[in-house]
Antibody
Framework: QVQLVQSGAEVRKPGASVKVSCKAS????????IHWVRQAPGQRLEWMGW????????KYSQKFQGRVTITRDTSASTAYMELSSLRSEDTAVYYC???????????????????WGQGTMVIVSS | DIQMTQSPSSLFASVGDRVTITCRAS??????LNWYQQKPGQAPKLLIY???SLLSGVPSRFSGSGSGTDFTLTISSLQPEDFATYYC?????????FGQGTKLEIK
């Protein structure tokens, strides 16, 4: 079945980096973008960026520009999100999500996150 | 960035009730609005895309409406499995911002 499986929980000290993986299966990896979304405890979902899995071109939220790097390995059908210079406020569950393709009755394209990974808890603590 | 504001932030209701959650965008997003359901310890699940299109497999008691800046999610007759947190999200432009969530709880 179509699914995204993420790597396991991580604990890091402030200032360190973390790299989370997201392995896709059940569909053609390069046909859909992968987005990264995080959720700090008790907070709303926060979009971090996405990658065009076909050409490898990423785009980042301005909030994370300079600290986040999103890459992909098409041979492994896997996307990665690396966050550097970690601080306590980065403690969160990090999700990858597939950018699904949807169209309305007029044929207009709409994007939505239709498949999600199970989430990866990242704890930043000294 | 486009700000998304949901109301109410929490809602108490009973099985069988009809509930409506609203979502307001800080600028027009046409119909580029999605709704997700999230249960504790789980990833969000897509319910509705393009403001009013029900994802295949989602029960028909869920419906969405609106365009521009004002949107609603309606559950026509609450079922026990519907008690969760609901988020709206705009896909009009990046960053793809989410509302703060509406927690639907049992009365």
């Amino acid at each position: 079945q179509v699914q995204l499986v993420q790597s396991g929980a991580e604990v890091r000290k402030p200032g360190a980096s973390v790299k989370v993986s997201c392995k896709a299966s059940g569909y053609t990896f390069t046909d859909y973008a992968i987005h990264w979304v995080r959720q700090a405890p008790g907070q709303r979902l926060e979009w971090m960026g996405w990658i065009n899995t076909g050409n490898g071109n990423p785009k980042y939220s301005q909030k994370f520009q300079g600290r986040v790097t999103i890459t992909r390995d098409t041979s492994a059908s896997t996307a990665y999100m690396e966050l550097s210079s970690l601080r306590s406020e980065d403690t969160a569950v990090y999700y990858c999500a597939r950018g699904g393709h949807y169209y309305d009755s007029r044929g207009y394209y709409y994007g939505a996150f239709d498949i999600w990974g199970q989430g990866t808890m990242v704890i930043v603590s000294s | 960035d486009i700000q998304m504001t949901q109301s109410p932030s929490s809602l108490f209701a009973s099985v069988g009730d009809r509930v409506t959650i609203t979502c307001r965008a800080s600028q027009s997003i046409s119909s580029y609005l999605n709704w997700y359901q999230q249960k504790p310890g789980q990833a969000p699940k897509l319910l509705i895309y393009a403001a009013s299109s029900l994802l295949s497999g989602v029960p028909s008691r869920f419906s969405g409406s609106g365009s521009g800046t004002d949107f609603t999610l309606t559950i026509s007759s609450l079922q026990p499995e519907d008690f969760a947190t609901y988020y709206c999200q705009q896909s009009y432009t990046t960053p793809h911002t989410f509302g703060q969530g509406t927690k639907l709880e049992i009365k």
